[in-house]
């Protein structure tokens, strides 16, 4: 491992990544219907667990709010959360078997037009989901990526009844925090070495609770009420964080739910990990390439530890991957410090945490999401033209409106189609020289390319001369071939001579 931006570049994200991490943790354990310790430790392991075995630089895991539905339903199926740690060690099992087992290569199937569309789409979906948080309306938990919420509303109506809720203190503190965080990551300030050495979410934060304290002895009225702060769980010294752990009930391995649950973890999990170690490449600005199969086996061994001391199943998770690049991370530092921070926050310091509005927070994943949607993506996906940007564009929007793995895969339906258009259409040619025509086939041809051939003699006219060359098909079914001797009988009607030049009627 390369520790030698540690002292840097990579301490400098770890904090940042950290103060994403914190309330997403939190927010997707509470929406998942478990323990808020439950994501805290999950974090915390995908940070130092996962980070330590990953064979990505960037990646950040953690818990996902992709699986928040799944995890709900089957804590409330199986009857106990000791009952689903069983599966989340089980779905950890498995995912290391699809690690040996070269599974990992499926996430080169990804188009990039469809990952570039996810990466806008989660930007576009922070600052839509974070401006309820930044005016001071918490109803729908921290992390929620989906379009139709647990509140029953949805990410455009909850936007509307925020507007009911507002709270000058929030308004103020995410108003200031996102000012400063642009201008403390401007090029004028970033010529100081200050300035590039401290991470501005966390001046951002310190911000918050001293705006917020200034609130509450001068300025009542803007105070920001304790819901509206961070929560997080918090243990007996007597009985120690021990008490805090949770472990699965082995007694319950006959039932044959455990093992659907595990094997529906397992497949969502390592998708959601492929997508977002497929995205984080994308962005890496040393351009690595990460080990998938080593990234599966990584994410297994943290799922297994996390089922079996308490924790949601982690996976690589592409807010706080973005935040850790965004921020300046050159290596898996960074991401095993967000989790010793993140341990450390619940051992030594949960009392100062607690005082940090979510409206800073609010705040630092607007910017995120603001980086990972610029406008200049879009520009260069259109100028690349309409089988790139329609992919694109539609992944955005069926993201936007379902969710990650929904979106995308539409995206890549879209992408599909477009893939097959294009190599139909080069696959037969047509050229022509005054009353000379040629129809060429420039690869293996087969039914699926009988549009493509139907158009081609089609736009040839009467009183000429056809060939029709099959030289560099070394394949050609039967349905062509048909096509192909069903023309040379007609064309006569029309006085079109037909030569055919290695292909074979008979």
Known sequence: MNFRNF????????????????PLCLGIA???GAPLFSGLLAGIIGGIVVGSLSGSSVSVSGPAAGLTTIVAAAILDLGSFEAFLLCVALAGLIQLVLGFAKAGAIGHFFPISVIKGMLAAIGLILILKQIPHAVGYDADFEGDESFFQPDGRNTFSEILAAWDFLSPGAMVISGFSILLLILWDSKSLQKFKFFRLVPSA?????????????FNSALPYFVIEAKHLVSLP??????GVTSLLT???FSLW??????????TIAIVASLETLLSIEACDRIDESHRITPLNQELKAQGIGNIISGMLGGLPVTSVIVRSSANINAGAQSRASAISHGVILMLSVLVFPGLLSLIPLASLAGILILVGYKLT??????????KGMSQFLPFLITIL??????????VFIGILVAIFFILKTNFRRAVILVSSDDNYLIRFTKDVSFLHKNSLRQAFEAVPGDTKLLVDGSNAQFMDHDIKEMVADFTMTAKTKNIKVELKNINID
């Open 254 to 263: 006959q039932n044959p739910k455990i093992y659907i649950t595990a094997a």
């Open 398 to 407: 069926a993201v936007v409106f379902t969710d990650l793995l929904k979106g």
């Open 30 to 32: 509470l929406a998942s």
């Open 374 to 383: 610029k406008l200049i993506l879009y520009k260069e996906m259109y100028h």
């Open 202 to 214: 966390l001046i951002v934060v310190l911000m918050g609770v001293l705006l917020n304290s200034l």
């Open 234 to 239: 918090t243990f007996s010294r007597t009985e």
């Open 247 to 249: 472990f699965p009930d």
């Open 7 to 22: 002292g840097s570049t990579d301490l400098r994200a770890s904090v940042v990544v950290f103060l994403v991490a914190l």
